[in-house]
């Protein structure tokens, strides 16, 4: 996998994801290097976090690493548990979903290595089944966009806080500021995995452009206006209902 990262890292967004440790020394499916390295049963996050740096300095690995909270939503979301590799194209469809590990891992590989193959060799994504559809695995739709965010802004050295309306169709809405007494129109909302991005325009015709990540009902990231170099930080929390 490290070997694929390093040749396809220029066309790909690579994440290996730790989630619940499979070979646990106390665990059902103990190995020996969990004995060796001393890995058990994570009790808590920062336990999680440090053993995945310890196996990511074993195996010598520089892919792009988060790791699963204690509640294991990831592991849940995409069936995961020992291991499983996905390909997910840019227009949310899935190219490749393996068998789980161990015995589904390797024939996942081979799958995912021909087809970025092929993507560099053509310049696009291979097609796909005219009925395949969108998976969910846990990703944030457009759709999850649509309602009413609280927003926090800070604008050089003042904190202030906002609120964005997101139409039903999520390609539309509105921002407000505490101290503005016109709202922005945003327009341009775009969602690829998890990377958002926004532009709005104020009443004043000044144009920001919002690019960020969105979670579970929150997104972070920066504001930046067009030809000003202004920067303005951001983050959002969706209100419940």
Same mark, same amino acid.
């Given at each position: 996998?490290?070997?694929?990262?390093?040749?396809?890292?220029?066309?790909?967004?690579?994440?290996?994801?730790?989630?619940?440790?499979?070979?646990?020394?106390?665990?059902?499916?103990?190995?020996?290097?969990?004995?060796?390295?001393?890995?058990?049963?994570?009790?808590?996050?920062?336990?999680?976090?440090?053993?995945?740096?310890?196996?990511?300095?074993?195996?010598?690995?520089?892919?792009?690493?988060?790791?699963?909270?204690?509640?294991?939503?990831?592991?849940?979301?995409?069936?995961?548990?020992?291991?499983?590799?996905?390909?997910?194209?840019?227009?949310?469809?899935?190219?490749?979903?393996?068998?789980?590990?161990?015995?589904?891992?390797?024939?996942?590989?081979?799958?995912?290595?021909?087809?970025?193959?092929?993507?560099?060799?053509?310049?696009?994504?291979?097609?796909?089944?005219?009925?395949?559809?969108?998976?969910?695995? $846990?990703?944030?739709?457009?759709?999850?966009?649509?309602?009413?965010?609280?927003?926090?802004?800070?604008?050089?050295?003042?904190?202030?806080?906002?609120?964005?309306?997101?139409?039903?169709?999520?390609?539309?809405?509105?921002?407000?500021?505490?101290?503005?007494?016109?709202?922005?129109?945003?327009?341009?909302?775009?969602?690829?995995?998890?990377?958002?991005?926004?532009?709005?325009?104020?009443?004043?015709?000044?144009?920001?452009?919002?690019?960020?990540?969105?979670?579970?009902?929150?997104?972070?990231?920066?504001?930046?206006?067009? $030809?000003?170099?202004?920067?303005?930080?951001?983050?959002?929390?969706?209100?419940?209902?």
């Amino acid at each position: 996998m490290e070997k694929m990262y390093q040749d396809y890292k220029d066309i790909a967004e690579f994440r290996l994801v730790y989630i619940n440790e499979a070979h646990a020394a106390d665990g059902s499916w103990p190995v020996g290097y969990a004995k060796e390295l001393g890995i058990t049963e994570h009790t808590s996050y920062g336990e999680r976090c440090e053993v995945a740096s310890k196996l990511l300095d074993d195996k010598s690995l520089t892919i792009p690493t988060v790791i699963d909270g204690m509640d294991n939503k990831v592991n849940k979301a995409y069936s995961a548990w020992p291991d499983r590799v996905f390909v997910v194209r840019k227009d949310g469809r899935v190219a490749v979903a393996a068998g789980r590990g161990p015995w589904g891992f390797v024939p996942a590989l081979e799958q995912t290595s021909a087809w970025l193959k092929a993507y560099r060799e053509k310049g696009v994504e291979p097609a796909l089944p005219a009925d395949a559809v969108a998976a969910d695995y $846990g990703m944030p739709r457009l759709a999850d966009l649509a309602g009413t965010w609280e927003l926090s802004f800070d604008i050089e050295d003042q904190k202030m806080t906002g609120e964005m309306v997101i139409g039903a169709d999520a390609r539309s809405g509105s921002v407000s500021i505490e101290t503005e007494t016109e709202p922005a129109k945003l327009h341009g909302i775009v969602l690829e995995g998890r990377a958002l991005r926004m532009t709005v325009t104020t009443p004043e015709n000044q144009v920001f452009t919002f690019e960020g990540t969105l979670g579970d009902g929150e997104f972070e990231g920066v504001w930046t206006g067009h $030809g000003e170099g202004m920067t303005i930080a951001c983050s959002g929390t969706k209100k419940a209902g």
